[in-house]
């Protein structure tokens, strides 16, 4: 139960990873602030969710929408049907046009289903200690950088979290990817999405209006 509520909350810090405070600041200094952030967050909705959850959701959403690509995410998880190669493929305006309607179509799902999915599973954190390791003295920092994250919870060795961010074209140190456990949050959502393409014949259509974030059997078998 609770590495599958470290799932949730691995996935929002990552959400949350950068705010336009932090353009200037390193990647260790981008994750241990946000996660102070979400805690406080988290700690004030204990007292009004129950009468109030979507203010909660709206609070999650706030701290997602300053940061996220999450058009950029939404193409990663659709594989090729959201690549640039596959886009230079298509030969007719149509098909272009498709192309561009799917992307936008999946982004809002996705977008929605992670906000609402992960507000409510955040809420299953109680106060566990949660550190930041520190960069390497010799860390570089030209290309990608992993930063690792421990939480610790009913055992007595911590989980752990690897975020791994690299600079946007405007010197944002953005969050690339997350892995708790061993488990790639992003892989795992690809081939959610590869497995309903195959299950609905490549009907992206169908695959989108059918979509859900992280059903309950694909984080169970995860997590285990």
């Given at each position: 139960?609770?590495?599958?509520?470290?799932?949730?909350?691995?996935?929002?810090?990552?959400?949350?990873?950068?705010?336009?405070?932090?353009?200037?600041?390193?990647?260790?200094?981008?994750?241990?602030?946000?996660?102070?952030?979400?805690?406080?967050?988290?700690?004030?909705?204990?007292?009004?969710?129950?009468?109030?959850?979507?203010?909660?959701?709206?609070?999650?959403?706030?701290?997602?929408?300053?940061?996220?690509?999450?058009?950029?995410?939404?193409?990663?998880?659709?594989?090729?049907?959201?690549?640039?190669?596959?886009?230079?493929?298509?030969?007719?305006?149509?098909?272009?046009?498709?192309?561009?309607?799917?992307?936008?179509?999946?982004?809002?799902?996705?977008?929605?289903?992670?906000?609402?999915?992960?507000?409510?599973?955040?809420?299953?954190?109680?106060?566990?200690?949660?550190e930041v390791l520190p960069l390497p003295a010799d860390a570089d920092l030209s290309g990608s950088v992993g930063v690792r994250q421990h939480i610790y919870g009913e055992r007595a060795e911590p989980y752990e979290v690897v975020y791994t961010l690299r600079r946007g074209r405007d010197g944002n140190w953005m969050l690339r990817?997350?892995?708790?456990?061993?488990?790639?949050?992003?892989?795992?959502?690809?081939?959610?999405?590869?497995?309903?393409?195959?299950?609905?014949?490549?009907?992206?259509?169908?695959?989108?209006?059918?979509?859900?974030?992280?059903?309950?059997?694909?984080?169970?078998?995860?997590?285990?």
């Amino acid at each position: 139960m609770f590495k599958q509520m470290l799932l949730a909350l691995g996935l929002v810090i990552f959400a949350g990873a950068v705010s336009a405070a932090d353009a200037q600041r390193g990647p260790h200094e981008v994750v241990a602030g946000t996660t102070q952030e979400l805690m406080k967050v988290i700690e004030e909705a204990r007292e009004y969710v129950a009468e109030d959850p979507q203010r909660f959701n709206d609070e999650v959403r706030r701290i997602m929408d300053e940061v996220v690509d999450f058009q950029s995410f939404a193409r990663g998880v659709m594989g090729k049907y959201g690549s640039r190669a596959y886009y230079q493929s298509l030969r007719t305006k149509e098909e272009r046009e498709q192309f561009r309607d799917n992307v936008i179509r999946f982004t809002k799902n996705f977008k929605d289903g992670l906000i609402n999915t992960y507000a409510k599973g955040l809420l299953g954190f109680n106060g566990n200690k949660i550190e930041v390791l520190p960069l390497p003295a010799d860390a570089d920092l030209s290309g990608s950088v992993g930063v690792r994250q421990h939480i610790y919870g009913e055992r007595a060795e911590p989980y752990e979290v690897v975020y791994t961010l690299r600079r946007g074209r405007d010197g944002n140190w953005m969050l690339r990817n997350v892995i708790i456990e061993g488990l790639n949050l992003g892989l795992i959502y690809q081939n959610q999405f590869t497995t309903a393409v195959a299950t609905y014949d490549g009907d992206i259509d169908k695959v989108i209006d059918n979509w859900t974030v992280a059903p309950r059997e694909v984080m169970e078998q995860a997590a285990k």
